[in-house]
């Protein structure tokens, strides 16, 4: 079935660059997404990646994407106290619907 | 000029009585969605409809009851409501149905049963 695990916390020190990690299961996922989720508010999308690309960068986010391993990553640089969230890494398999990780909950120190 | 717009923000009920949570989008999106993320921020899909017509059905029980009088909104009913439906219930849209299209999600709708 399809699965998508997270690593549920991290801590960072503000200036210092974070990386979310997230694995899942469907090989034929063709897009895989990072969603942010700031305390008592909705789910914005960040970015996403296209099965056929290894990277993308957008401004202080960068996507790594090793589908042999079907290992996703995202590195925010210079990481600041706003960045403080849950991340949710997200695939779009073969079954039309999006599989949520659990949740990384990144806590920036000041 | 939301994008995606839920009601209510919050509600709160007892045991056993029906509500319902309403959703509407503006961004032109065939596809529409109710997912439900638990105490744990679990995330998990409920529903989706696809130019009202359901597409997606998960394992969810019959008192859960989606209803989509045009493409544009998407509403969830909810009969005799239980303890473990205290959830927050997200509804989401995107252009098309096929899974690959960007989901825009509305604020989230807190729902505590009593």
């Known amino acids: 079935g399809e699965d998508v695990e997270q690593s549920l916390f991290l801590s960072v020190r503000e200036g210092d660059s974070s990386v979310i990690n997230c694995t899942y299961t469907d090989s034929s996922s063709t897009y895989l997404y990072w969603y942010k989720q700031e305390p008592g508010a909705g789910l914005q999308l960040l970015t996403y990646i296209f099965s056929n690309m290894d990277m993308k960068q957008d401004q202080r986010l960068t996507v790594l994407l090793n589908k042999k391993d079907k290992h996703l990553s995202l590195r925010i640089a210079d990481t600041q106290t706003g960045d403080s969230a849950i991340y949710f890494c997200a695939e779009s398999g073969s079954s039309y619907k999006l599989i949520f990780g659990s949740g990384t909950r990144l806590l920036v120190r000041p | 000029d939301t994008a995606v717009s839920q009601t209510p923000k919050y509600l709160v009920t007892q045991m056993g009585n029906d509500k319902s949570i309403k959703c509407e989008q503006n961004l032109g999106h065939d596809t529409m969605y109710w997912y439900k993320q638990d105490s744990k921020k679990f995330l998990k899909i409920m529903f989706s409809y696809n130019n009202k017509e359901l597409i997606i059905n998960e394992t969810v029980p019959n008192r859960f009851s989606p209803k989509s009088p045009d493409k544009a909104h998407l509403n969830l009913h909810i009969n005799s409501l239980e303890l473990g439906d205290s959830a927050v219930y997200f509804c989401?849209?995107?252009?098309?149905?096929?899974?690959?299209?960007?989901?825009?999600f509305g604020p989230g709708t807190r729902l505590l049963v009593l």
């Open positions: 989401a849209s995107s252009q098309q149905s096929s899974g690959r299209e960007t989901q825009y």
